[in-house]
């Protein structure tokens, strides 16, 4: 039962906001809850472990699942249903994330379905949840019986204005060049997922160095709250399956020099695979012969386990002793590269990246503002200009899988992809853009290859990518006091090593990165190595790039749509519109085109979209012609609408019209403005005055007309005329109402 008083312990950020983690109150038949709050965000998390183990369990039965509930917002979900549903990507995405840094340290063998469940109960705008829910997985666990070699923490690492801010606000967030979530327990970093504009690769060191401070105070804060829990949090007694040692001995004995053979004969994947194969077949003839068939099955699993041990430790030991790879590369060497643009001639851009065994087929769709993912998450509804999605079929490895949609793999894959191209988007996005990453195949770091296959596609298609990027995948050995750092790993390499490094940039700096260590006390000289090693091979894949394009093509595909973008005054955006949008319906159907329109800042924003050029020219004369706004010093074409004594008044574009009054019709005098003008007569005019209260417009012909030397006036010369007229007398000026006008009048005798 629930206590109304929970246990409690606080600590403070660097920035000096406070956060709790309470447990006792909520979920108490949970192995393990907490509540972790800072500000008005609040994380639940629960964890339940099982007790027994599923008949045939081979792998580490965890999940970890991360939803934001809206309420936590004052917010309802905007979908059909109206209700939280599936995980939506941001949410699978920091799923991944704590998911990531949780799983190393469950003990090895551990067969037990093990469930992590995050809910967002409450959120404070400017305190940002995803950079706390490693901490309260890691807390709940701490507070539970479940074997766990924590704790563990997370933080986000930003860099504002040269400082690194751990867990800024949200506001403060756009002002980064630098935005990492770290995962580390007290003595070593984990893991690192973010993105940055363009920095170097001492800040990404420097960045680690911050968050790590801060989660060793996170990491003492949940060692305190376990202690306070007292006998709940014992770590229970669970049996975990051994391989005998004897067997172990046994199967080394029969298979270690045919593995040895294989590592270091630079196989290619599939003849790799079929030589580990006839290994393994071998083996099992041999080990029948030897002890029986009946033994061999009662020992399957145990000598499977045993084998896939021993190759890789015999694989590890070679690239330690022998600096041998797999495929016979050096460490810093990156695999053949090649690559072909314009390869689907419907698309709007496109382009194939192979690199190795590895192969992303790439194309690029450009759209209108109708066309944006709407993101529909607790804390806004959003609409994103930028899509990239990334694919990996069955077929890519060579098996067979139901097509499901994409998986977190997927999701995980094509952020990070997504967050590595968009630092170098031109800043005025005219179109949305979606690109599709279909790898054709696979054998390590294809969302590396989705990058780069993604920024050629986009330059392809004439998007005026301001850089083009790359991605790389490093890994590492790290056994007995030795260490080998490999550039552009194999996928048997990212297996058998313990790291996965990814990192994306330009030739300017690193744009995106990913890193999951998998062993304890990576020092930061070895990961500064890695660091400068995967600039190396980056520089050597955007070279190899630039082989096939180096910058963007000069314009947009034939076929791709164009996007016009005018600003127009906020008054006349409901006369673009019109009635129920009567009027912007009718210029889409008669040009041809897609036209948006939004209030930005005060001002009207207007995206007129075509394939056709012509299209586009006429729907924006048509709403200019609607939203036109006169100047004052604007020379314009219009038409003699009415006759007066003292003037006439002109219409012209947009359904204006002005006074064009007799002393500004010509520089010489004006003695009957019929005998001047007709009505329907064109003239061309400039227009000196608006009047700021009533709008009218003050017209002059004389303004752009030659004097009799044959020179313009000046603003400045026209004005002083007009003040030396006001300041004579009303006879000496020829006012018209001297002309039988109301002074005449009062001369007459009254009638009476």
Request: charged letters at 30%; a negative charge; aromatic letters at 6%.
């Amino acid at each position: 039962m629930g206590n109304k008083t929970p246990m409690t312990v606080n600590f403070a950020l660097p920035s000096g906001r406070e956060v709790t983690i309470e447990t006792g109150k909520l979920a108490t038949q949970a192995d393990g809850s907490v509540v972790v709050k800072c500000g008005k965000t609040m994380l639940f998390c629960s964890v339940v472990s099982g007790t027994s183990v599923r008949e045939g369990q081979s792998f580490f039965p965890l999940s970890v699942d991360y939803q934001e509930k809206f309420a936590a917002a004052g917010r309802i979900p905007g979908n059909f249903f109206r209700r939280e549903t599936r995980l939506n990507d941001y949410e699978i995405l920091i799923s991944r994330i704590v998911d990531r840094a949780i799983r190393p340290l469950f003990p090895k063998g551990y067969m037990f379905d093990t469930q992590v469940i995050i809910n967002l109960i409450s959120l404070d705008p400017e305190v940002m949840p995803d950079a706390l829910a490693g901490l309260a997985a890691s807390a709940a666990l701490m507070v539970s019986d479940i074997p766990f070699s924590g704790p563990i923490s997370e933080c986000r690492v930003a860099r504002i204005d040269g400082e690194y801010v751990v867990n800024p606000e949200r506001s403060a967030l756009k002002d980064a060049d630098l935005d990492l979530i770290v995962a580390a327990d007290a003595d070593n970093i984990m893991m690192v997922e973010g993105e940055c504009k363009e920095v170097d690769e001492s800040a990404i060191i420097e960045a680690l160095k911050a968050g790590h401070e801060a989660i060793k105070v996170q990491c003492k804060a949940q060692l305190e709250l376990r202690e306070m829990v007292g006998d709940k949090a014992t770590t229970r007694t669970v049996e975990i399956h051994q391989v005998d040692e004897e067997l172990v001995a046994y199967v080394e004995g029969k298979v270690k020099s045919a593995v040895q053979d294989v590592a270091r004969g630079a196989l290619n994947k599939q003849q790799r695979k079929d030589a580990f194969k006839k290994v393994k077949d071998d083996f099992k003839a041999a080990a029948t012969e030897d002890k029986g068939e009946d033994w061999y099955k009662e020992h399957k699993s145990d000598l499977s386990a045993a084998y896939y041990t021993i190759q890789k430790k015999t694989i590890r030991d070679l690239m330690l002793s022998e600096s041998v790879r797999l495929d016979g590369r050096k460490f810093d060497q990156v695999r053949d590269i090649w690559t072909e643009i314009d390869y689907l001639p419907s698309t709007h851009g496109s382009a194939i990246f192979n690199r190795g065994e590895t192969q992303a087929l790439t194309s690029v769709t450009l759209g209108t503002k109708t066309d944006q993912q709407m993101v529909d998450v607790a804390y806004e509804n959003s609409y994103a200009d930028f899509i990239l999605h990334y694919n990996f079929p069955a077929y890519s490895v060579g098996e067979t899988k139901p097509m499901r949609g994409p998986g977190r793999r997927e999701v995980g894959h094509a952020n990070l992809a997504n967050r590595s191209i968009r630092q170098v988007l031109p800043d005025e996005m005219t179109h949305t853009i979606r690109i599709v990453s279909d790898i054709m195949e696979s054998n390590g770091s294809s969302s590396m290859a989705t990058v780069c296959a993604g920024s050629m596609a986009l330059m392809d298609g004439g998007v005026k990518l301001k850089r083009a990027v790359a991605g790389i995948a490093m890994g590492m050995v790290a056994e007995g006091g030795k260490i080998a750092i490999l550039s552009d790993i194999l996928g048997d390499e990212d297996a058998l090593g313990d790291m996965d490094f990814k990192l994306t940039g330009t030739e300017k700096g690193i744009t995106a990165c990913q890193m999951d260590i998998k062993i304890d006390g990576l020092p930061y000289e070895q990961l500064q190595q890695a660091l400068d090693q995967a600039r190396e091979g980056r520089l050597h894949i955007l070279s190899e790039m630039a082989k096939t394009i180096s910058k963007p093509a000069d314009d947009l595909k034939s076929h791709a749509p164009r996007i016009v973008k005018l600003i127009i005054e906020k008054s006349y955006i409901g006369a673009v519109i019109g009635p129920g949008g009567k009027i912007i319906q009718e210029l889409q159907e008669m040009t041809g085109t897609n036209i948006n329109i939004e209030e930005i800042d005060g001002k009207g924003h207007v995206s007129i979209a075509s394939s056709d050029k012509d299209s586009i020219d006429d729907a924006v004369a048509r709403i200019k012609k609607i939203t036109f706004t006169p100047e004052v010093g604007g020379v314009y074409t219009g038409t003699v609408k009415t006759i007066m004594p003292y003037g006439v008044f002109v219409g012209f574009e947009g359904g204006k019209d002005g006074l064009l009054h007799v002393s500004e019709m010509s520089h010489s005098r004006i003695e009957s403005v019929e005998d001047a003008f007709s009505e329907g007569d064109e003239v061309k005019f400039k227009i000196v005055d608006i009047d700021e209260r009533t709008g009218k417009l003050r017209l002059s012909r004389k303004a752009i007309m030659p004097r009799a030397d044959g020179t313009i006036a000046t603003d400045e010369e026209l004005e002083a005329e007009r003040q030396a007229a006001k300041d004579r007398p009303r006879r000496e000026r020829g006012d018209r109402n001297d002309r039988g006008g109301r002074g005449e009048r009062r001369d007459r005798p009254r009638r009476d």
